[in-house]
């Protein structure tokens, strides 16, 4: 198999147990939500903590071979986190009425997910 052949493996791997991750955080806490998309704050902010982690480890410190960068950061947490469902989400509350509800989900998703990318990279830098 060419390297070529293996990222693209890495990565399709990757993504496919990024993707079940993130249906069975959903699965989870869908009896917790009600109109909050909790699923969605969860997986993007602990996709923001982890990607920080693994970057330190792979490029920085090069603890883990880079081969598995494809496989973590793009494939993983890639699939893991989710943009588009986040913006889905939030546009959803404003449509509904909920705008307040909305404000705030923007504003947590935004400060939670750099807050913990920068504390998992701080962190990390130090081990």
Request: charged letters at 5%; hydrophobic letters at 65%; proline letters at 3%.
């Amino acid at each position: 198999m060419t390297p070529m052949a293996l990222q693209w493996l890495a990565v399709a791997l990757g993504g496919a147990a990024g993707a079940v991750g993130r249906f069975a955080v959903n699965g989870l806490l869908l009896p917790l939500m009600g109109k909050f998309p909790l699923a969605t704050l969860v997986v993007n902010t602990a996709g923001s903590i982890l990607m920080g982690v693994v970057y330190v480890l792979i490029v920085e410190k090069g603890v883990l071979p880079v081969a598995w960068r494809d496989f973590l950061m793009v494939g993983l947490l890639g699939a893991f986190t989710t943009f588009s469902t986040f913006s889905l989400d939030a546009l959803a509350l404003w449509q509904n009425g909920h705008l307040s509800l909305a404000a705030v989900y923007v504003l947590l998703s935004l400060v939670l997910c750099l807050a913990g990318a920068f504390l998992a990279i701080t962190l990390t830098r130090m081990l």
